[in-house]
């Protein structure tokens, strides 16, 4: 049962285009969500956040945006650069239950391919 | 440099041969954990720790041991491996449990191979 879902294993987009991508949950009791990104042969690496209480969370060129009716989340990274093609990874967690035990529920991963 | 290490990157072994994947982090942070990545599933806990002495199940536990005798370390141990535990598998940590900013930093990763 995967709680956390990211539909589209790749995503490929021209430099300087908007890249999107997408995470579906199906645990109502999620109320933060997070993007790490992952390179080759590194660990993932935190990239930016939200709690349910917002619904766009914006750091530079990345972000994201939070539909709880839907439980959809998004991230949007304008311009895309080379340099974004990585996999990246959306989590969701339950508040009172990271702060309990800091327990992640991952999706399956995106990769992003963005062409010169 | 703050980091989490992960010892050794790459493993090959067989079935049945008792294994121990290092981790350590040099952040004073209390909380770590240990994920494995498998294509099609993403990363899922294996066990986690909230300080020392202190370790719990995550999603997928078996087959698995941890330990925590000193906050910097944090062991994943493999009593009896088989191949379907051949996964690349991350080390991760962060200060507390949770928090807005308590960002869990990951280490590069061991990918294991159990024949």
């Known amino acids: 049962d995967q709680q956390v879902k990211q539909n589209s294993p790749s995503l490929s987009v021209q430099e300087g285009r908007i890249s999107i991508l997408n995470c579906d949950y199906t645990?109502?009791?999620?109320?933060?969500f997070l993007w790490y990104k992952k390179y080759p042969a590194e660990g993932p690496t935190f990239l930016i956040s939200i709690s349910s209480i917002k619904d766009k969370n914006e750091d530079g060129r990345f972000t994201v945006f939070l539909n709880k009716s839907a439980k959809h989340l998004s991230l949007h990274i304008v311009p895309s650069q080379p340099g974004d093609s990585a996999v990246y990874f959306c989590?969701?967690?339950?508040?009172?239950?990271?702060?309990?035990?800091?327990?992640?529920?991952f999706g399956q991963g995106t990769e992003l391919s963005v062409k010169p | 440099e703050a980091q989490v290490t992960q010892n050794p990157r790459y493993l090959i072994t067989v079935t049945g041969k008792k294994l121990t994947v290092t981790c350590s982090q040099n952040?004073?942070?209390?909380?770590m954990s240990w994920y494995r990545q498998d294509p099609g599933l993403g990363l899922r806990q294996i066990y986690y720790?909230?300080?020392?002495?202190?370790?719990d199940k995550g999603d997928v536990p078996e087959g698995y041991k941890v330990s925590r005798k000193e906050k910097r370390n944090f062991p994943l141990i493999l009593e009896s491996p088989s191949p379907n535990q051949t996964s690349l598998y991350f080390c991760?940590?962060?200060?507390?449990?949770?928090?807005?900013?308590?960002?869990?930093?990951f280490g590069p990763g061991t990918r294991l191979t159990v024949l």
């Open positions: 989590a969701a967690s339950v508040w009172g239950h990271y702060n309990q035990g800091g327990k992640l529920i």
């Open positions: 952040m004073n942070h209390e909380y």
């Open positions: 645990n109502s009791m999620f109320d933060y």
């Open positions: 720790s909230m300080n020392v002495e202190v370790t």
């Open positions: 991760a940590s962060s200060l507390t449990t949770g928090g807005s900013t308590d960002t869990q930093y």
